[in-house]
């Protein structure tokens, strides 16, 4: 007989729900809604995207700090109310708050932080490790069950009326997880906090090399397809497609591809399956980039975009289970607030070096050069999913 995941486990996929709802509409969507409104659209989304993850790393490092058991949901609240002002800010002053488009993202930094730290901390201590794999299919069908109503939903909208009006929509979601947060009790026995020493926790895992190699995957992660990569596509999308309305179809139809992965990774895979499967999701994003950046045009981009979505979202998934079973392991021992602080620290900087280069191209390249550019984020995809492979052979969990 399987084992029932924790009750606790189905709140925490409605907290990434709710926010997967959230970053589609203020990443992909808003995206669209810069190039549209800005002379100088590159420059102004990676200022934006720069501050963001400066922001997530900074205050990554200050929540896991000062977060306790007991306080994990208040900053969660607080994460609530900072989307709640974001939607807001967008609502009252439409396209003149992207003259404070720096303002923009170091308030969606400080959400994605408040969000995540609180998240990933009671994912690490609330899953066993034996059900990390299903959890995180449960969680991924969830958020790509969302990515196909909501897009098109958005799509329309923002094409019949604004992007400003959209905004409400986001909104009660928000005071819905809000509410759902009184819900999760701290833990009786969290009286006695042990600090959180991040410092200390970097100057050790110098004799980890697996722990070093995990976050060097972060790292690239980060500078890939969690940071800039979609950012491009979504730019590609705009120059090839038009308006949001098609951006929000094909978001949608490569959601609910998704779904039948997700679930047969999440229900049938091993870990003994893992590097195969990293394998083929390489050779496949490879074929697909390949052919793409030779013959540039909108047939060859929806069979790339397909084979991203697909491919990357295992690879992330998969990736994503490494970390938290590392948590697992006897290196890390009582130190998961420090080691996915650290995570979260690394997977920024990446994101972060990732824009940067971005914003070279819109200061001194031109758009022209954007097709280099991804060719550069596809081979970092390609390793990165090699050394995944080769992080799990080495994760022994301990049950």
Same mark, same amino acid.
């Given at each position: #007989?399987k084992?029932?995941?924790?009750?606790?486990?189905?709140k925490?996929?409605?907290?990434s $729900?709710i926010d997967?709802?959230?970053?589609n509409?203020?990443?992909t969507f808003?995206?669209f809604?810069?190039m549209?409104?800005?002379?100088? /659209?590159?420059?102004?989304?990676?200022?934006?995207?720069?501050?963001i993850? $400066?922001?997530?790393?900074?205050?990554?490092?200050?929540t896991?700090k000062?977060?306790?058991?007991r306080n994990k949901?208040l900053?969660y609240r607080a994460?609530c109310l900072?989307?709640?002002?974001?939607?807001s800010i967008?609502?009252l002053?439409?396209?003149?708050? $992207?003259?404070?488009?720096w303002?923009?993202?170091?308030?969606?930094g400080?959400?994605?932080?408040?969000v995540?730290m609180?998240y990933?901390t009671?994912?690490?201590?609330?899953?066993p490790?034996p *059900?990390?794999?299903?959890?995180?299919?449960?969680q991924g069908?969830?958020?790509s069950v !969302?990515?196909?109503?909501?897009?098109?939903l958005?799509?329309l909208?923002i094409?019949?009326?604004?992007?400003?009006?959209?905004?409400?929509?986001i909104i009660? &979601?928000?005071?819905?997880?809000?509410?759902l947060?009184f819900?999760i009790?701290?833990p009786?026995?969290?009286?006695?906090q042990?600090?959180?020493k991040?410092?200390?926790?970097?100057?050790s895992?110098?004799?980890?090399s697996?722990?070093?190699r995990? *976050?060097?995957?972060?790292?690239?992660?980060? &500078?890939?397809?969690s940071?800039? #990569?979609?950012?491009?596509i979504?730019m /590609?999308?705009k /120059?090839?497609?038009g308006t949001?309305?098609?951006?929000g179809?094909?978001t949608s139809?490569?959601?609910?591809?998704?779904?039948?992965?997700q679930?047969?990774?999440?229900?049938?895979?091993k870990?003994?399956?893992?590097?195969?499967?990293?394998?083929?999701?390489?050779?496949l994003?490879?074929?697909a980039s390949?052919?793409f950046?030779?013959?540039?045009?909108?047939?060859?981009?929806?069979?790339?975009?397909?084979?991203f979505v697909?491919t990357?979202?295992?690879?992330?998934m998969?990736?994503d289970?490494?970390v938290?079973n590392?948590?697992? #392991?006897?290196i890390i021992?009582n130190?998961?607030?420090?080691?996915?602080a650290?995570r979260?620290?690394?997977?920024?900087l990446?994101r972060?070096?990732?824009f940067?280069?971005l914003?070279?191209?819109g200061l001194?390249?031109?758009?022209?050069?954007?097709?280099?550019?991804?060719? !550069?984020l596809?081979?970092i995809?390609?390793?990165?999913?090699?050394?995944s492979?080769?992080?799990?052979?080495?994760?022994?969990?301990c049950y």
């Amino acid at each position: #007989m399987k084992s029932r995941l924790p009750n606790i486990a189905y709140k925490l996929v409605s907290f990434s $729900l709710i926010d997967a709802v959230f970053a589609n509409f203020i990443g992909t969507f808003f995206i669209f809604y810069i190039m549209q409104s800005a002379a100088k /659209y590159t420059t102004a989304i990676s200022v934006f995207s720069i501050f963001i993850w $400066l922001f997530t790393g900074v205050f990554f490092a200050l929540t896991a700090k000062f977060m306790t058991p007991r306080n994990k949901m208040l900053v969660y609240r607080a994460a609530c109310l900072m989307g709640i002002s974001f939607l807001s800010i967008i609502i009252l002053f439409g396209s003149m708050a $992207l003259n404070y488009i720096w303002f923009l993202g170091a308030l969606k930094g400080l959400y994605v932080a408040f969000v995540y730290m609180p998240y990933n901390t009671m994912v690490a201590q609330n899953i066993p490790a034996p *059900l990390m794999a299903r959890y995180q299919g449960i969680q991924g069908i969830s958020q790509s069950v !969302a990515k196909i109503a909501f897009p098109i939903l958005l799509g329309l909208i923002i094409t019949g009326a604004s992007y400003e009006s959209t905004a409400w929509l986001i909104i009660p &979601l928000f005071a819905i997880g809000f509410i759902l947060s009184f819900t999760i009790r701290p833990p009786q026995n969290s009286a006695k906090q042990r600090p959180t020493k991040i410092i200390g926790f970097i100057k050790s895992i110098r004799k980890h090399s697996l722990v070093r190699r995990m *976050l060097s995957v972060e790292f690239l992660r980060g &500078l890939s397809h969690s940071g800039v #990569m979609a950012t491009v596509i979504t730019m /590609y999308i705009k /120059y090839l497609f038009g308006t949001p309305l098609n951006l929000g179809i094909l978001t949608s139809v490569f959601a609910a591809v998704t779904i039948a992965f997700q679930f047969l990774v999440g229900a049938f895979a091993k870990k003994s399956h893992f590097p195969r499967i990293l394998k083929y999701c390489a050779l496949l994003f490879l074929a697909a980039s390949a052919t793409f950046l030779i013959w540039e045009n909108q047939p060859t981009f929806i069979f790339y975009n397909f084979c991203f979505v697909t491919t990357v979202t295992l690879i992330s998934m998969l990736t994503d289970i490494n970390v938290f079973n590392v948590c697992n #392991m006897k290196i890390i021992k009582n130190q998961k607030v420090e080691y996915l602080a650290v995570r979260e620290i690394v997977l920024n900087l990446g994101r972060v070096t990732g824009f940067l280069g971005l914003l070279m191209i819109g200061l001194f390249g031109g758009d022209s050069w954007l097709r280099w550019f991804l060719a !550069a984020l596809c081979g970092i995809v390609i390793v990165l999913t090699y050394m995944s492979a080769k992080n799990t052979k080495k994760i022994k969990i301990c049950y």
